[in-house]
């Protein structure tokens, strides 16, 4: 909040600068409010306050354990998702970087290793007896293609992606519901490559998981009223992309990881707060149902 030059800033001198306006939060600036902490008195909004015994305290003093006749972990601050504010909100997001690069290494040193994890049906081809494949029991292939980049364009765009939205995401969600977008999202990409893909061919990359976040971050700026052009636009440059034949890409990995993210991230994000949990995560129990369910079709239509 501006001030004059020289005049003291204090509770006694708020008078006439609230005629003018509302201070913003000083977690959210651009949220104006009329509540303050009552322990430091900094303004916050409904987002940011805790309850204490007397009146709302903010995320800081609740993290120091300041007087609010509880634990100092009894009330801690919660993300719009209700998860914990944690003092690195990207962790989970450099841990998924790392664990990318490293496969992506491991694969360049060793090129038989590409094979064992990338998603494919079943290989060889039919009349042949297949040997390898998720039709053959090889399930595990769902998840390490998630995982496994082989060029370093692919690897490159991904990991700017996985950056640039994973952070707010993670933040917004907090680390366990964060994660649990990222690999349900990324689970329903590769089912619905291996549902509709050719079971000879091999699909890789996080391109699913991205797409899971562009839906889920749509969603939770639709959520927060927030200017959705951007993403909007995004998406769409992405998108076409996706579908032009010259890039040899598997849109189906990228339209199931979009749909589960839209899924998922809206039961994040709209659950009511008495059965959060019960709907966050029963959603994606469900998400994941129907992928089981999905992966044992196709495997009977090629078995």
């Known amino acids: 909040m501006d001030q004059a030059p020289g005049s003291p800033q204090g509770p006694e001198d708020q008078g006439p600068q609230q005629a003018e306006g509302l201070p913003g939060c000083y977690r959210h600036p651009d949220r104006e409010t009329g509540i303050r902490c009552t322990r430091c008195e900094r303004p916050i909004c409904p987002e940011c306050m805790v309850s204490a015994?007397?009146?709302?305290?903010?995320p800081d003093c609740v993290r120091g354990g300041s007087g609010t006749g509880h634990r100092p972990d009894a009330a801690m601050p919660r993300t719009i998702a209700g998860g914990t504010i944690a003092a690195d909100p990207r962790l989970?997001?450099?841990i998924l970087l790392g664990i990318n690069l490293a496969v992506f290494i491991a694969v360049r040193a060793s090129?038989?290793?590409?094979?064992?994890?990338?998603l494919i049906g079943a290989w060889p081809p039919a009349p042949f007896t297949t040997t390898e494949g998720v039709a053959d029991g090889q399930w595990y292939r769902l998840v390490t293609s998630m995982f496994t980049h082989q060029e370093i364009w692919h690897i490159a765009f991904n990991m700017l992606s996985l950056w640039w939205l994973g952070g707010p995401l993670e933040a917004a969600l907090g680390r366990a519901r964060?994660?649990?977008?990222?690999?349900?999202?990324g689970l329903v990409g590769s089912v619905l490559a291996y549902l509709l893909e050719s079971p000879t061919t091999a699909t890789l990359g996080a391109s699913g998981a991205i797409f899971g976040l562009f839906g889920a971050t749509a969603v939770l700026m639709r959520r927060l009223n927030y200017d959705m052009r951007p993403i909007i636009a995004l998406l769409v440059i992405n998108l076409i992309f996706t579908f032009n034949p010259a890039f040899d890409i598997s849109w189906q990995a990228h339209i199931g990881g979009l749909a589960g993210g839209v899924v998922i991230g809206y039961a994040m994000v709209?659950?009511?707060?008495e059965r959060r949990a019960l709907i966050q995560y029963g959603t994606c129990a469900l998400v994941l149902a129907l992928v089981v369910v999905l992966t044992l079709v196709r495997t009977a239509q090629l078995t």
């Open 53 to 58: 015994s007397v009146g709302f305290q903010c």
């Open 92 to 94: 989970i997001t450099k």
């Open 111 to 118: 090129d038989s290793l590409l094979s064992d994890l990338v």
């Open 178 to 185: 964060y994660l649990t977008l990222y690999l349900v999202s």
């Open 270 to 273: 709209h659950a009511p707060r």
